[in-house]
Each structure stands twice: as structure tokens, then as C-alpha cells.
């Protein structure tokens, strides 16, 4: 059972072109990464494991990455964020520790394209995003940003 | 035991194989899309707005409904992926992306997204 379903996977990435990668088949164990919560409190470690799950057992380290979004986000539902870097990057990927699973989005960043990226993401409630940048150097990237959400943004 | 197997193989196979067909028999819908493309300096600024539910899958069990996202977003222009993210639940409802990538005016740019359950929607808009 479970090699099938490997090899349903291994197939579904193969049959993805190499211009466009979709991470949701790719590493389907990254998006379902629970965050982990303290009491109410989140932690890091739910994050921690989303960036295992998908990019592998590797520690990032900080790095030059611009992250940007409002101190006190009023309205939860949607928080402008955006992620720039001068990295060469192969991808970036944005988390998050409020809401049930750890990540937002995973950018794949193509030839030709600028790696800067602004998004609206919803938080139910205060947090903190982490954004990782794969360098074409294979190294982990990474930088963060709390933020106060006054309106949870994912009771609808 | 063994048999189980190669029958669960043989039909995990099948599947692929109508799932590489799939794009032929569920064709792209065009959507109306807010997209703004403006070029300067050879490089493009894009912003798309698009009109999506977003429902999370705590949202869709409170309100009884099926949870429904945009799950991968791909911009193509002058033939070429200048964008390509795996997105999921919680982008904001009616997401706004904005990106930039190297690329010329007059050329289309083309936007496809696909939701969760693998339908696939559309809209183009040439660059300014």
C-alpha cells in the first residue's frame, strides 16, 4: 500500500515539467505540518518541522532577506507581507506559527523573475512568520517577523 | 499479499496515466481576473487580484461547507514560467499577489491557478 502510493507520488512529480514546480506534490508532508502550540501560546517548532519536512533536515541560518508586513495587523484576514532578497535563490518559502499548519506559500523562483514577492495571508491570531530562502549555494536561508493580529482572520 | 500490491500498483498507474491525460478532458475555464502588468526599465510589475473563497478547512466545517483553496498559481509570458507558487488555505480570502520578473511590453501575460480539487482556471492580459 505504502509503495504505491510512493510511486503515485514519484510519478506525479515526473510528470510535472521542469519549468513549473508544484511543492504540494512534491513534499506533501510540508503542508500538513501541525504547528505546536504551548498552551495558547504557538511555538517554533511546528515551523521548525514544516522547513524539515520540506526542505530537509537542514539548520537555516540567518540571511539578508528582506520580510515585510504591518507591526499590528487589524484585520487578520488579510495581512500584506512581502519577502525580497538579493540571494540567488532557488525557492523561498513563507510560515507561519498561528494558524493550524505551519505553511503559507512556497515560491519557486524561475529564471527570468525578481525575488520579490507580496502576498495577503490570513493569521488567527499573533504570531510569527518565518521566511526561508533555498540559495542556489544549497543553503538555508531565514528571517523573521511577530506581529499582533487583532482580528483573527480564520474564523471566516 | 503480494497480489494486493501489484493490483494497488497497477491502479495507482492507471490513475497517473489519466491524470497525465486530465489537462486534455478538464480544459482551463477563463475567469474574470483583476491583473495589472506594467513594464520599466525591462522590468515587470505585476499585481493580480483574484476572486476565490479561500475557505479554509476550519471555515468550510463551521459553515458546513466543502474547504476549497487555490492551491498553485503559474504566470507564463513571451512563452516562459516568470512565476510559479504552491500556495495553501491561508492565503487571504480574494488573495492579492504581486510579483516582478524580466520581461517585455506588448507580451501576454497569462495567469492559471488550480484549486484543491484540481480545477483549473484562467485569464491573460497584455503587459503595458
Known amino acids: ?38 498552551g495558547e501560546t504557538p511555538t517554533e517548532k511546528g515551523v521548525q518541522a ?36 538579493d540571494i540567488p535563490a532557488k525557492s523561498i518559502a513563507v510560515f507561519q506559527d498561528a494558524n493550524p ?43 523573521k ?7 483573527g482572520g480564520c474564523e471566516g | 499479499m503480494k497480489k494486493l500490491i501489484l493490483a494497488l500498483a497497477s491502479i495507482a498507474l492507471m490513475a497517473t496515466a489519466a491524470m497525465a491525460d486530465a489537462p486534455a478532458a478538464a480544459a482551463p475555464t477563463k475567469v474574470k481576473m483583476k491583473i495589472k502588468a506594467k513594464e520599466k526599465d525591462g522590468v515587470v510589475k505585476a499585481k493580480i487580484a483574484i476572486s476565490h473563497n ?6 468550510a466545517k463551521k459553515k458546513g461547507k466543502e474547504a476549497n483553496f487555490i492551491t498553485h498559481v503559474t504566470a507564463t509570458a513571451g512563452g516562459k514560467v516568470v512565476y510559479d507558487a504552491s500556495t495553501s488555505q491561508f492565503l487571504s480570502k480574494n ?7 524580466n520581461g517585455k511590453k506588448g507580451d501576454e501575460l497569462k495567469i ?17
Open chain 2, 54 to 59: 479561500m475557505l479554509t478547512y476550519d471555515q
Open chain 2, 112 to 128: 492559471t491557478y488550480t484549486q484543491l480539487k484540481g480545477e483549473v482556471f484562467f485569464a491573460t492580459k497584455k503587459i503595458k
Open chain 1, 1 to 38: 500500500m505504502k509503495k504505491s502510493i510512493l510511486s503515485l507520488v514519484a510519478l506525479a512529480a515526473l510528470t510535472m515539467s521542469a519549468n513549473a514546480t508544484d511543492f504540494r506534490a512534491e513534499k506533501p508532508a510540508a503542508w500538513t505540518t501541525k504547528n505546536v502550540y504551548n
Open chain 2, 95 to 101: 488573495p492579492l499577489l504581486k510579483f516582478k520578473f
Open chain 1, 50 to 85: 514544516a522547513i524539515n519536512a520540506l526542505y530537509g533536515d537542514v539548520a537555516p541560518i540567518d540571511g539578508d532577506i528582506k520580510l515585510k508586513a504591518p507591526k499590528v495587523a487589524s484585520n487578520g484576514g488579510a495581512i500584506p507581507v512581502s519577502v525580497k532578497t
Open chain 1, 145 to 151: 517577523l511577530s506581529l499582533e493580529v487583532a482580528l
Open chain 1, 101 to 143: 499548519e505551519a505553511l503559507v506559500a512556497v515560491f519557486n523562483v524561475v529564471d527570468g523573475s525578481v525575488a520579490d514577492y507580496s502576498m495577503k495571508i490570513k493569521m488567527k491570531k499573533s504570531g510569527t512568520i518565518t521566511a526561508v530562502v533555498e540559495g542556489k549555494d544549497g543553503k538555508l536561508y531565514s528571517t
